[in-house]
């Protein structure tokens, strides 16, 4: 692997402060960075919990994972049943759900049984 190096630096020179006085600043961006990074943590987490069966047609619901939303109380909108559709397909498909749910702000538990109960 080839490396290319920076400009040499001077031991006299030390090192130098940035334009906060050498302390770190939390940034917008930065922010918004964990946070994804968060959510693609959960997301991980959530498909390594998550059991991979193929489901058949008769038995996939979108139905009863926008039922178990409407029970916690959340409005059931083209977003939510795009999610539930999803989750109906197996899979991969459960896994969409739960990020798609995630998105739009329904609470992680709340996702995973939804997107569950799509695939029964």
Not at 42 to 69: H, R, Y
């Amino acid at each position: 692997m080839t490396r290319v190096a920076g400009p040499a630096k001077s031991s006299a020179d030390g090192p130098k402060p940035n334009k906060c006085g050498g302390k770190m600043v939390k940034t917008k961006s930065g922010r918004a960075i964990a946070r994804g990074l968060t959510t693609l943590a959960v997301a991980v987490a959530a498909a390594a919990a998550f059991t991979v069966t193929a489901a058949g047609p008769a038995q996939a619901s979108s139905a009863k994972c926008q039922e178990s939303l409407r029970q916690q109380h959340y409005t059931v909108g083209p977003k939510v049943r795009a999610a539930c559709n999803a989750g109906q397909t197996g899979g991969a498909g459960i896994l969409a759900c739960y990020v798609s749910l995630l998105a739009i702000d329904v609470k992680p538990d709340h996702a995973a049984v939804a997107c569950n109960a799509a695939d029964d």
